[in-house]
């Protein structure tokens, strides 16, 4: 039976995001209230009962802000604060979104990984950069198994059985790897986010290394570059496992598989096809689309 490989690059995923975003509702409309408050005042109206300390400090803040309110500046002040709560509300349900995605992947599949994962999440592993341990960068990889959180075991580069120097030239971002065993044997899995603005040339070099190491093996990640980029600094074609639309809401494709055993996958795709541009960060919470791909 074909096991299922499942790869997200989550963009900052971390267990404060949400917090952050519905912090920043209760302000706006904190101050909406005390914007509220205050014109009442100035129009000579009743005030709302009992009023909290909370309220007040606003509504005090909000007369500095606005010593000479009238309905123009009120208005324009309302129509500002109206736009900033209609912003954070959609961060926040683009957090909710993100994090109850990110819950139902771990146990959807028997392999998980993440990248752009919060130092400050739970089960973050291993930095992007080099071989640095949790919380050594603001950004990390994670990775489960059968729904469990668990460690990487090893670095192909910085544990000397890829055939590369360590680090590549301007790259300081290095894959992490664990291996899977499919029906036809064992495979190296090295997942990967590789270093922004490469244009194949970085990701060439591994694919190279990684040939030079003479296991099977399969590059999976965020390669940040376009298969076409890819091949032009010469992967062959048949080495690029590759979906047929857009990864990513700038309409490229940059999260797919470079592996020396093609016969031994059979599907890479996004985890809903057809979704393109903005609707994929509306959905997810991310740029960059969740990934499957089948090692037969």
């Not at 709302?48 to 500046?73: G, H, I, M, S, V």
């Not at 940040?224 to 309409?251: F, L, Q, Y």
């Not at 979704?275 to 689309?289: A, C, E, F, L, P």
Request: glycine letters at 8%; charged letters at 25%.
């Amino acid at each position: 039976m074909p096991t299922k490989i499942m790869f997200w690059n989550a963009e900052h995923i971390g267990r404060n995001a949400q917090e952050m975003a519905d912090r920043a509702i209760r302000r706006v409309e904190r101050e909406l209230r005390a914007l509220t408050i205050l014109a009442q005042f100035y129009a000579g109206q009743a005030l709302p009962k009992p009023l909290t300390r909370e309220a007040l400090r606003q509504a005090e803040y909000q007369e500095r802000r606005y010593p000479n309110l009238n309905f123009n500046r009120e208005a324009r002040a309302e129509a500002r604060l109206r736009r900033e709560l209609a912003d954070a509300e959609r961060d926040a349900e683009k957090y909710r979104n993100k994090a109850s995605l990110a819950e139902d992947l771990t146990v959807s599949a028997p392999y998980v990984f993440f990248c752009e994962v919060e130092a400050t999440h739970p089960d973050s592993q291993y930095s992007l950069l080099g071989r640095g341990e949790p919380g050594g960068g603001t950004l990390c990889y994670a990775h489960y198994q059968n729904g469990a959180s668990r460690l990487f075991t090893n670095c192909p580069i910085d544990d000397g059985w890829c055939g590369l120097v360590n680090p590549i030239p301007n790259a300081d971002r290095v894959p992490k790897s664990v291996p899977i065993r499919g029906s036809n044997g064992l495979m190296q899995f090295c997942f990967w986010h590789a270093p922004s603005g490469n244009n194949g040339r970085v990701v060439a070099a591994m694919y190279d290394g990684l040939i030079a190491s003479g296991r099977d093996f399969v590059l999976f990640g965020d390669l940040n570059a376009e298969p076409n980029d890819v091949m032009a600094h010469g992967v062959p074609e048949d080495s690029v496992i590759k979906p047929i639309c857009p990864t990513r809401i700038s309409g490229r494709c940059l999260d797919y598989a470079l592996t020396n055993r093609h016969d031994w996958f059979s599907v890479c795709r996004p985890l809903y096809n057809g979704m393109q541009g903005r609707n994929i960060k509306i959905r997810t919470g991310s740029d960059h689309m969740v990934m499957i791909l089948m090692l037969k």
